[in-house]
């Protein structure tokens, strides 16, 4: 069983930078899509970057792309969210998430299709 346990999260001002690490373990990120999700109040859970178990496709959400950069590190069993640039409206729960890959598919920024989860780290973006 894949477990997922986030770190990272905190305060910082706009235009600032955070890095959010996602340590797995039970199994191996290697053998999963795996992806950073966010939720702000009030509002859905939604995918913000996904790292693809197949050819290591990397997806980004609108917003995220050209600030945020998702990588994996197969021998720590890590997944990390380098964010830049950060906003106020970047506010959220950050979780990571993992599901078993399509078979020569790409990920998905898609909540609903994920399998694990772990609890969440609160980032916020304020000065």
């Known amino acids: 069983q894949l477990q997922l346990v986030e770190s990272g999260g905190g305060l910082v001002q706009p235009g600032g930078s955070l890095t959010l690490s996602c340590a797995a373990s039970g199994s191996t990120v290697d053998d999963y899509d795996i992806g950073w999700f966010r939720q702000a109040p009030g509002r859905e859970r939604e995918g913000v970057a996904c790292f693809s178990r197949w050819g290591g496709i990397i997806n980004y959400e609108d917003s995220a792309e050209g600030r945020f950069m998702i990588s994996r590190d197969n021998a720590k069993n890590t997944v990390w969210l380098r964010m830049n640039s950060l906003k106020p409206e970047d506010t959220a729960v950050y979780y990571c998430?993992?599901?078993?890959?399509?078979?020569?598919?790409?990920?998905?920024?898609?909540?609903?299709?994920?399998?694990?989860w772990g609890k969440g780290t609160l980032v916020t973006v304020s000065s």
């Open positions: 998430a993992a599901k078993r890959p399509y078979l020569f598919r790409s990920c998905v920024l898609s909540a609903d299709a994920m399998t694990y």
